[in-house]
């Protein structure tokens, strides 16, 4: 739920931005500034940024809570770390807030692979910036977006450090990711190995699965429908060529 939540806006604002940033028809100034600051989040230490939003969240006296106290918003402080959805939400954004630049950078990184004479071909054909981009840039970047979902499924899948840092996974199991209970079954008194062991193997099995799932659903049906019709055409000319050599023998 947590992966979900956040990959949603993650990869939504990633590509607005490499659209906004690999614009063709509008140059903008100071590109290489906003990247980055869109970026920075990223090269933070996952302590500090637990360290930052805890802080930021805290009770009785905090930021957020002062902003909330004095506009009028409540009456008084607000524990945000006993609730299990402001909880979870915290941790949402911190990842979204997290990894948006890196994938942002990922995708620019595609779309700049793309060949400069098909946008110019599109430009002459009078297409806009949205046809573009759904027409042109998605399809072109479709192996560079399978790579930016696998990578993020098993890293959400995976994810420790926020929500142990964090919350330990609390209030009440609400941020206890699979990563947090395998440590906490293998190193956190309890000791059972055996368990956190299980945990890891069907762990690996369901990102295996998703992982197959996305390549199936990604896969390039042009190029699979090309190839089915390159090895028939290889075929008929093998059994034609059969044919003729057997004709010549007779």
């Not at 360290?51 to 902003?67: A, E, T, W």
């Not at 779309?111 to 046809?131: F, M, R």
């Not at 799932?213 to 093998?238: G, S, T």
Request: hydrophobic share 50%; charged share 15%.
């Amino acid at each position: 739920m947590i992966w979900i939540m956040n990959f949603i806006p993650q990869i939504t604002i990633a590509l607005l931005l490499t659209a906004w940033f690999t614009s063709h028809s509008n140059e903008i100034k100071g590109k290489g500034f906003f990247k980055v600051v869109f970026y920075m989040p990223n090269i933070i230490t996952a302590a500090t940024v637990a360290i930052l939003f805890h802080s930021l969240f805290n009770y009785p006296i905090g930021p957020v809570n002062d902003i909330l106290t004095s506009s009028g918003l409540r009456d008084e402080s607000y524990y945000f770390f006993t609730s299990k959805t402001a909880s979870r939400l915290i941790v949402v954004f911190i990842q979204f807030w997290t990894w948006y630049g890196n994938t942002m950078i990922v995708l620019i990184s595609g779309v700049l692979g793309i060949s400069p004479d098909i946008y110019e071909a599109a430009e002459i054909d009078g297409a806009n910036g949205v046809q573009t981009f759904f027409r042109i840039t998605i399809p072109n970047i479709k192996t560079v977006l399978l790579y930016t979902l696998v990578t993020s499924l098993v890293g959400g899948l995976n994810m420790f450090d926020i929500p142990f840092l964090f919350l330990k996974g609390g209030p009440d199991r609400a941020t206890l990711t699979t990563s947090v209970f395998i440590y906490n079954q293998a190193f956190s008194g309890s000791y059972l190995y055996n368990r956190a062991s299980a945990a890891s193997m069907l762990m690996w099995i369901i990102i295996a699965a998703l992982s197959g799932v996305l390549f199936f659903i990604m896969r390039d049906k042009e190029q699979i429908q090309m190839d089915k019709e390159i090895k028939r055409a290889k075929k008929e000319a093998k059994r034609a060529s059969k044919g003729g050599v057997n004709q010549w023998q007779w």
